[in-house]
């Protein structure tokens, strides 16, 4: 029983992942323009950085080898997390327009549904990601070690996993307040914008904030500092801390879960 | 821009400025995104304060722009930005989107005049917003205030700078008449004005080559021409040249939106048959 359902899960994932990949051959001149807009988003992101850091060679100790480390494994799992999740961030939309009802009469996981609807997703920016981190572990001289190899794709996971956590936080207050486009402009600036530099940088307050509220420090800051050898960072946590972003994401995906099956039991459609 | 629909009545501005009062009606109605746009720039004000207090504290600061100078730098660039990056011809993409530019073509009207002025009114709302986020961002930064001629001087730019990107986003509006799928474009011109036109990094700080590129670009007569001016690094002797440059980007700009739109326009009259 449990073998079926789960085998039927796996099936209607294949056909997801088959639609998306059509539709993005169908509509080449589209793609094209979205991977054009990618390249532009992380290359200016990257110019910036490589720009300021001529000019003042370094940030807090950290040279643009470091920041380009510190980019690159943002990159990688933010991308993972666009490539596989995106869709979870339509779920308002679903919301207000009724689509979701339809979801919540079907015999398969509500969630499951709505991250498995098909768009255009293609997983060019994660294609981009893996190239960028390769390039920028290269450039900075990282040492590439077994604990590299078993931790890097961990903590990548974990990171996509947090990003997840926000994703989904989001679109279940969706279920209480309609319109959530603000809030998560908001966030997603927060995170782009915060996960750039080392938080070293910031006061004491925001440090807090992002360590242990929105713990987008550890998608890059902290497994970074830990990579880079960073020992003379203003913390009192220790640099092995960088190591613990896989357990950090599992529990903010079990944290925003559990929002979300509130949020379902708490759902009444907005009525069409 | 002028016209295209033939043989239009007498001009008459009162509807221009009704065009305009709506607009501003309508975005009054978002007081949430208001919110937003205040608490979001906010966050931007302090993030850079903190940025060029790291890179100041450990290198040698460049002379022309000490970190006084560079903090009002990114603070004025950002309560810009209010109004900069609005898309105030987004309704000509919705009006092609939903097909009813066929009946503002009908109506006894200049349409791209009605752009401008809807969009005007969608500006002039978000202009006052500056206001309040100016006095919120005083909480968390101190900005230098230039003498009241430097001040003038750099409203006429600002001014300037403002007409240069609103044919810019008539422009790439425009393209709708050909392909609806205009979103990625638009983004991948704002992150190249952002870069090239010194929103977030003073041109003057790139190095020598990209700076010869970036000013030649019409994206620094934008952000950074008036910015420069704010903090002094553009001297009064080269006021009139540089005004010049910005005079010279919006006319170059508004000649190639007024042919592309009458190529569009064209299209929308054979599409209808």
């Known amino acids: 029983?449990?073998?079926?359902?789960?085998?039927?899960?796996?099936?209607?994932?294949?056909?997801?992942?088959?639609?998306?990949?059509?539709?993005?051959?169908?509509?080449?001149?589209?793609?094209?323009?979205?991977?054009?807009?990618?390249?532009?988003?992380?290359?200016?992101?990257i110019a910036a950085l490589w720009i300021v850091l001529t000019r003042f060679?370094?940030?807090?100790?950290?040279?643009?080898?470091?920041?380009?480390?510190?980019?690159?494994?943002?990159?990688?799992?933010?991308?993972?997390?666009?490539?596989?999740?995106?869709?979870?961030?339509?779920i308002p939309d679903h919301i207000r327009d009724g689509e979701f009802d339809r979801l919540l009469v079907r015999p398969l996981d509500t969630l499951f549904q709505a991250i498995a609807t098909p768009g255009q997703v293609f997983p060019d920016e994660l294609i981009l990601g893996l190239i960028t981190f390769a390039a920028a572990t290269w450039y900075s001289g990282v040492h590439v070690d077994l604990l590299f190899v078993i931790f890097i794709p961990l903590i990548v996971v974990g990171g996509a996993l947090i990003d997840l956590a926000f994703n989904l936080f989001i679109s279940t207050v969706a279920f209480w307040f309609v319109r959530v486009d603000a809030l998560r402009w908001i966030v997603v600036q927060l995170e782009q914008e915060f996960t750039r530099y080392p938080i070293s940088i910031y006061s004491q307050g925001?440090?807090?904030?992002?360590?242990?509220?929105?713990?987008?420090?550890?998608?890059?800051?902290?497994?970074?500092?830990?990579?880079?050898?960073?020992?003379?960072?203003?913390?009192?946590?220790?640099?092995?801390?960088?190591?613990?972003?896989?357990?950090?994401?599992?529990?903010?995906?079990?944290?925003?879960?559990?929002?979300?099956?509130?949020?379902?039991s708490k759902y009444s459609s907005v009525g069409h | 821009?002028?016209?295209?629909?033939?043989?239009?009545?007498?001009?008459?501005?009162?509807?221009?400025?009704?065009?305009?009062?709506?607009?501003?009606?309508?975005?009054g109605t978002y007081r949430f995104d208001v919110f937003t746009s205040i608490a979001s720039l906010l966050i931007r004000v302090y993030l850079l304060r903190m940025v060029w207090l790291a890179l100041y504290a450990r290198n040698a600061a460049p002379s022309e722009l000490p970190l006084h100078a560079i903090i009002t730098y990114s603070t004025i660039a950002l309560l810009m930005g209010l109004v900069m990056?609005?898309?105030?011809?987004?309704?000509?993409?919705?009006?092609?989107?939903?097909?009813?530019?066929?009946t503002d073509f009908m109506k006894p009207i200049n349409v791209p005049l009605y752009f401008f002025s809807d969009g005007t009114g969608e500006v002039l709302f978000h202009a006052a917003l500056i206001v309040p986020s100016l006095l919120f961002a005083l909480l968390i930064v101190h900005i230098d205030v230039p003498s009241l001629p430097v001040l003038a001087v750099f409203f006429v730019s600002f001014f300037l700078g403002y007409l240069i990107g609103f044919c810019l986003n008539f422009l790439l509006n425009c393209i709708a008449f050909w392909t609806l799928e205009i979103q990625a474009m638009q983004l991948i011109v704002t992150w190249i004005t952002d870069l090239f036109g010194g929103e977030i990094i003073p041109l003057v700080i790139f190095p020598a080559f990209l700076q010869r590129i970036a000013f030649v670009l019409p994206f620094a007569s934008m952000f950074s021409t008036p910015l420069l001016i704010y903090v002094g690094v553009i001297k009064p002797g080269r006021y009139l040249e540089v005004l010049g440059v910005q005079l010279f980007w919006v006319i170059v700009l508004a000649v190639i939106a007024t042919f592309v739109w009458r190529a569009g326009a064209k299209r929308i009259v054979v599409q209808g048959g």
Do not use: C
């Open chain 2, 85 to 102: 990056d609005i898309d105030q011809t987004r309704l000509l993409h919705d009006k092609l989107h939903d097909g009813s530019i066929a």
């Open chain 2, 1 to 27: 821009m002028t016209a295209v629909t033939p043989a239009r009545p007498r001009f008459r501005l009162a509807p221009y400025l009704h065009f305009a009062r709506v607009a501003m009606a309508r975005e």
């Open chain 1, 57 to 90: 060679p370094s940030m807090n100790g950290w040279t643009f080898r470091d920041m380009a480390f510190l980019y690159g494994l943002w990159m990688i799992a933010h991308a993972l997390h666009n490539t596989l999740f995106s869709t979870v961030g339509d």
């Open chain 1, 206 to 264: 925001v440090r807090l904030l992002l360590t242990f509220v929105v713990p987008f420090a550890f998608m890059n800051y902290f497994p970074a500092r830990y990579f880079l050898h960073k020992a003379h960072e203003t913390s009192a946590l220790p640099p092995e801390i960088g190591l613990l972003t896989p357990l950090i994401g599992v529990v903010a995906v079990a944290v925003a879960y559990a929002f979300w099956r509130l949020g379902l």
């Open chain 1, 1 to 45: 029983m449990q073998r079926s359902r789960l085998r039927v899960m796996l099936g209607v994932y294949q056909q997801y992942w088959r639609i998306n990949i059509l539709t993005t051959l169908e509509y080449r001149e589209n793609f094209l323009i979205w991977l054009g807009f990618t390249f532009v988003y992380h290359g200016s992101a």
